[in-house]
């Protein structure tokens, strides 16, 4: 009975929709502005990638002036200048945050061979950067780099589509109808659940490539031989009769599938949901 109970607790983890606050968090608003350097409005992730070939130029900049190579360091430096000083035109709003004046500095300490000052100076710079994100890199990446499920739709087991939302409290349902009838040794309707469960499960595997396009691992990962091989174990052990280990197996499709893909996926896209609505808010109020 232990089990059970905590499988239940697991289950009901595992599929509350309540989020609960300890305590309220202030965020910082990023600029509306962002998003056109992002997709789906741009067909690039320009701002990302920006971002990564800053921080690979300042780490070869670090690099070659610990080895005081100021013929290296000048070649990086016309990358690392024009993307810096991007930064402004792209986000007009942030044109505070940059700070050319730092970029001058380091131009000149570079061909001054003074790389005292210049690391000095690649301080100030990571310092800058450093704050900049302590203000808005998590909200910006929850809102710009996570999931969008609202125009995902999956087929329900008789074949009308619906919402991932419906999809996901018809899963809970199928699951606690089968610890349900386990609990209580009816097992023809454990199998009848477990069917409709099996069935909601590859349904909803077919949505997998709507984000991951190609790729075959995500959907591996969590839908694949493995959840199938417990399915076919949970059926078995149910038409035998084995109510214990049948609830075990249940616990492990709690983990393996429902825990893995929210772990992954449902998380983030709450968050974003979060952060999209107050941003709306914030704004509604201004105006």
């Known amino acids: 009975m232990k089990l059970f109970f905590l499988i239940i607790f697991i289950s009901q983890i595992i599929f509350s929709s309540h989020i609960t606050h300890a305590e309220t968090i202030n965020l910082k608003q990023a600029p509306a502005s962002l998003a056109k ?22 780490q070869a900049l670090r690099q070659y002036a610990e ?27 942030w044109k505070d945050k940059i700070k050319p004046d730092l970029t001058a500095q380091l131009v000149k300490f570079t061909n001054d061979e003074n790389f005292y000052q210049v690391a000095l100076t690649l301080n100030k710079i990571s310092d800058s950067c450093d704050s900049c994100h302590k203000d808005y890199q998590a909200q ?26 419906n999809t996901m409290q018809e899963l809970s349902t199928y699951i606690n109808q089968i610890l349900i ?50 399915i ?5 052990n ?3 009769g084995n ?6 197996i249940m616990g492990e499709i709690a983990v393996t599938v429902c825990a893995r893909c929210h772990n992954t996926h449902k998380i983030v896209s709450n968050l974003r949901t979060m952060l999209i609505n107050k941003e709306a808010t ?5 105006h």
């Open 282 to 286: 914030n704004i509604k109020q201004k």
């Open 181 to 230: 009838a386990l609990s209580d040794g009816k097992n023809k309707q454990a199998l009848t659940a477990s069917n409709d469960l099996n069935l909601q499960l590859k349904n909803m595997g077919e949505s997998c490539s709507t984000c991951h396009k190609d790729d075959a691992y995500p959907k591996e990962r969590i839908l694949g031989s493995m959840t199938a091989n417990n």
């Open 140 to 165: 910006v990446a929850a809102i710009y780099r996570s999931p969008d499920y609202s125009n995902i739709r999956i087929k329900d087991n008789d074949g009308n589509p619906q919402n991932i939302e």
């Open 243 to 248: 109510t214990k280990t049948s609830q075990k």
């Open 37 to 58: 350097w992002y997709k789906p409005d741009n067909k690039r992730q320009v701002w990302l990638h920006t971002m990564f070939k800053l921080r690979r130029e300042l």
């Open 232 to 236: 076919d174990k949970l059926q078995m």
């Open 238 to 240: 149910i038409r035998e």
């Open 67 to 93: 080895q005081e190579d100021k013929d290296s360091m000048r070649k990086w430096l016309i990358n690392f200048n024009k993307h810096y000083n991007s930064l402004s035109d792209m986000i007009p709003e």
